[in-house]
Nanobody, 125 residues
Framework: VQLQASGGGLVQPGSSLRLSCAAS????????VAWFRQVPGMDRNFVAA????????YYADAVKGRFTISRDNARNTVYLQMNSLTPEDTAVYYC???????????????????WGQGTLVTVSS
């Protein structure tokens, strides 16, 4: 599976962005898809995931209520809608997928074999 992340950019605090993760060579609807983010020099942290079964969503506490992950099966794309952005959301955002992710490990980057290239989100006034 090849993943292409896009949609990042420079926005002001309080703004919104929608990131896209488009897939080729595989069907995202059958796999768990997650977003992680990484600040240079820091660990890559879990942001959100949509589980392969039933499409259930999971979020990190830092983004709960502000971010929404969704799936468009027709476009084979997963989105991350980010609202009320703050400077603390500044990072490179990566999407990842794997057909074998289990519920207990969906927030662990080691559970995902396939990664997009990352898209930079900068929140600054």
């Amino acid at each position: 599976v090849q993943l292409q992340a896009s949609g990042g950019g420079l926005v002001q605090p309080g703004s919104s962005l929608r990131l896209s993760c488009a897939a080729s060579g595989g069907t995202l609807s059958r796999q768990t898809v997650a977003w992680f983010r990484q600040v240079p020099g820091m660990d890559r942290n879990f942001v959100a995931a949509i589980f392969r079964s039933y499409g259930r969503e999971y979020y990190a506490d830092a983004v709960k209520g502000r971010f929404t992950i969704s799936r468009d099966n027709a476009r084979n794309t997963v989105y991350l809608q980010m609202n009320s952005l703050t400077p603390e959301d500044t990072a490179v955002y990566y999407c990842a997928t794997d057909p074998s992710v289990i519920m207990s490990s969906l927030a662990s980057q080691t559970a995902y074999a396939y990664w997009g290239q990352g898209t930079l989100v900068t929140v600054s006034s």
